[in-house]
């Protein structure tokens, strides 16, 4: 079995075995996510506008439905150009208690492609996802379909899956199965202070370039703020993460190194082998004190922006720093500056960004 430590710091991301819900059926599990800002400037890729504005606020309800399945519904209120949205982001059953170890989730959910995907926009350390993911997978990727995982009898942790989605909310097309993405993740501790993970996944989007219009200047072509901008047929997510924290005990202190790199190619019937998608992060985040943090985070990503049947190159670099102040595990205030250098782009800018995410009601661990 995998170590102690690392498992249980699994446990929550990987619902294998496990339902993902605490509550019971006639008194489910509520909590509410508040998320609100301030930003100074407009800024390339991002999801949140200038000024004073909400962010990704969170309903959630979940339950036992009985012994065998549990179930979860997410609805998502935030503003986007000035509009209002009100998205179901998640509404699945999961099961429990599978033989050998396997696990079924089906409705709509977050794809578990990439290390930050899977996880909700208000576990993230910083005011919004790295370029790379605004610009490949709308921030976050969620859609309609199944999912089927595998934890492996091996004495590290070793999880293996596969999704199949509708493909809608990801790029326009007539598939009706749009996305498949296969995924595996291999883990464990290298000492009681010590943990790590890596990653690989592939999303195939059979989609991608069917419907091919002139972009706008951030190649959008969906009115949904969390719309993926860039999309190719075959996407190659690559992650790994490394934590410490002293004799185990994260509460106090602990230092998380984590990072991706994401590759699409076969962007369109015009495309050549030149045309493709690129981009990776590296981030490290400390928290110095128990409820203290800081974070540094720089990315690149290098894109072809489909016009016709020609591309413009278009890249963004950017580089976050953060402060951050949680007086407990419910309530967040964060300061991040930002800074963008972009080819393509006529909004990259620079800006300062308040932000604080409180939750209310129950609220269970994050991911590892």
Not at 157 to 168: D, H, I, K, L, R
Not at 327 to 353: I, K
């Given at each position: 079995?995998?170590?102690?430590?690392?498992?249980?710091?699994?446990?929550?991301?990987?619902?294998?075995?496990?339902?993902?819900?605490?509550?019971?059926?006639?008194?489910?599990?509520?909590?509410?996510?508040?998320?609100?800002?301030?930003?100074?400037?407009?800024?390339?890729?991002?999801?949140?506008?200038?000024?004073?504005?909400?962010?990704?606020?969170?309903?959630?309800?979940?339950?036992?439905?009985?012994?065998?399945?549990?179930?979860?519904?997410?609805?998502?209120?935030?503003?986007?150009?000035?509009?209002?949205?009100?998205?179901?982001?998640?509404?699945?059953?999961?099961?429990?208690?599978?033989?050998?170890?396997?696990?079924?989730?089906a409705g709509r959910?977050?794809?578990?492609?990439?290390?930050?995907?899977?996880?909700?926009?208000?576990?993230?350390?910083?005011?919004?996802?790295?370029?790379?993911?605004?610009?490949?997978?709308?921030?976050?990727?969620?859609?309609?379909?199944?999912?089927?995982?595998?934890?492996?009898?091996?004495?590290?942790?070793?999880?293996?899956?596969?999704?199949?989605?509708?493909?809608?909310?990801?790029?326009?097309?007539?598939e009706e199965l749009?996305?498949?993405?296969?995924?595996?993740?291999?883990?464990?501790?290298?000492?009681?202070?010590?943990?790590?993970?890596?990653?690989?996944?592939?999303?195939?989007?059979?989609?991608?370039?069917?419907?091919?219009?002139?972009?706008?200047?951030?190649?959008?072509?969906?009115?949904?703020?969390?719309?993926?901008?860039?999309?190719?047929?075959?996407?190659?997510?690559?992650?790994?993460?490394?934590?410490?924290?002293?004799?185990?005990?994260?509460?106090?202190?602990?230092?998380?190194?984590?990072?991706?790199?994401?590759?699409?190619?076969?962007?369109?019937?015009?495309?050549?082998?030149?045309d493709t998608h690129?981009?990776?992060?590296?981030?490290?985040?400390?928290?110095?004190?128990?409820?203290?943090?800081?974070?540094?985070?720089?990315?690149?990503?290098?894109?072809?922006?489909?016009?016709?049947?020609?591309?413009?190159?278009?890249?963004?670099?950017?580089?976050?720093?953060?402060?951050?102040?949680?007086?407990?595990?419910?309530?967040?205030?964060?300061?991040?500056?930002?800074?963008?250098?972009?080819?393509?782009?006529?909004?990259?800018?620079?800006?300062?960004?308040?932000?604080?995410?409180?939750?209310?009601?129950?609220?269970?661990?994050?991911?590892?």
């Open positions: 079995m995998p170590p102690r430590s690392f498992t249980r710091a699994l446990i929550p991301l990987v619902v294998l075995a496990a339902p993902e819900v605490q509550g019971d059926a006639l008194n489910p599990d509520v909590s509410v996510t508040l998320d609100g800002y301030y930003k100074q400037e407009d800024t390339a890729l991002s999801h949140r506008d200038k000024g004073f504005g909400l962010g990704h606020t969170e309903l959630t309800l979940s339950a036992p439905i009985d012994d065998l399945f549990s179930g979860r519904l997410t609805t998502v209120y935030e503003e986007h150009e000035g509009e209002s949205e009100v998205q179901v982001e998640e509404a699945y059953l999961q099961t429990n208690g599978l033989p050998a170890s396997l696990s079924v989730r959910f977050l794809s578990q492609v990439g290390y930050l995907n899977g996880r909700h926009l208000h576990e993230d350390d910083f005011v919004e996802r790295p370029a790379a993911y605004r610009a490949l997978l709308g921030s976050h990727y969620y859609d309609d379909g199944v999912r089927l995982n595998a934890l492996l009898p091996t004495p590290f942790f070793w999880q293996v899956g596969a999704e199949v989605f509708s493909g809608a909310s990801l790029s326009e097309g007539d749009g996305v498949f993405t296969l995924n595996t993740r291999v883990g464990g501790d290298l000492s009681v202070s010590q943990s790590w993970q890596l990653g690989l996944s592939y999303l195939r989007n059979r989609n991608a370039g069917v419907v091919e219009e002139d972009h706008d200047e951030e190649g959008e072509e969906h009115e949904h703020s969390h719309a993926a901008s860039y999309t190719g047929r075959n996407l190659y997510i690559a992650d790994a993460v490394w934590k410490w924290a002293p004799n185990g005990n994260a509460r106090e202190q602990q230092l998380t190194l984590s990072g991706e790199y994401l590759y699409a190619d076969d962007l369109n019937r015009y495309a050549t082998s030149d690129e981009g990776w992060y590296l981030s490290g985040v400390y928290r110095f004190a128990p409820q203290w943090s800081a974070g540094l985070r720089y990315g690149e990503v290098d894109l072809r922006q489909a016009h016709d049947d020609h591309f413009h190159d278009q890249s963004l670099d950017e580089t976050e720093v953060m402060l951050a102040w949680s007086h407990s595990h419910f309530s967040t205030l964060r300061l991040q500056y930002t800074h963008q250098d972009g080819n393509g782009f006529d909004n990259a800018d620079d800006t300062v960004t308040v932000q604080y995410v409180m939750s209310l009601g129950a609220h269970g661990a994050h991911g590892f």
